[in-house]
């Protein structure tokens, strides 16, 4: 759906890449804030009008996100490639496919991802792929290795609340 078309808004004016991309940037949000709220339909309508704007690599991360929230694990692996298309250098469609493939119980295809994720330039959060890692290692029972995991995602972030569960739990069970 172009904007220039049914806002009127936006009047006839010819739009420049800036206004594209701040237009995609506000749809952007307001396809998160719906995600958030479980209104994963509108979500997705807000997602793609973003992308049909400006195609972003987080628009295409958070409409595969918003399509795993829905059980369509491929859709989402689908946008998670696509995202990768545009920024190979933003980890998260990278540790999304690891998690997504996890979820399909494809645990060794899932590490290949989350490897790569490990490796990206631009992370929000590069301890997640480390706290994925070792629940897959956990999974096929390979207990040091997903201690190590747990290790490292707690040294990027001693906060981790989660990677520090895991890694406590884990080593309680190993004593």
């Known amino acids: 759906m172009d904007l220039r078309q049914t806002d009127p808004a936006w009047g006839n004016r010819k739009m420049e890449p800036e206004d594209d991309q701040?237009?995609?940037?506000?749809?952007?949000?307001?396809?998160?804030?719906r995600q958030m709220k479980g209104e994963f339909?509108?979500?997705?309508?807000?997602?793609?009008?973003?992308?049909?704007l400006y195609p972003t690599a987080e628009a295409y991360t958070f409409r595969g996100w918003t399509y795993s929230f829905m059980g369509?694990?491929?859709?989402a692996i689908e946008d998670c490639h696509r995202a990768i298309a545009v920024d190979p250098d933003f980890g998260n469609p990278y540790n999304d496919i690891g998690v997504y493939l996890i979820e399909k119980g494809q645990f060794d295809d899932a590490i290949e991802w989350l490897e790569r994720a490990t490796h990206a330039k631009r992370y929000e959060n590069p301890a997640f792929p480390y706290l994925n890692?070792?629940?897959?290692?956990?999974k096929k029972r390979h207990w040091e290795k997903a201690m190590e995991c747990y290790q490292r995602a707690l040294k990027i972030n001693p906060q981790y609340d989660l990677a520090q569960k895991a890694f406590t739990r884990l080593r309680a069970m190993m004593h």
């Open 22 to 33: 701040k237009a995609a940037w506000d749809l952007f949000r307001k396809a998160y804030e």
């Open 72 to 75: 369509m694990l491929d859709e």
């Open 133 to 138: 890692l070792g629940r897959v290692y956990e």
């Open 41 to 52: 339909e509108e979500a997705l309508k807000l997602y793609t009008d973003s992308i049909e």
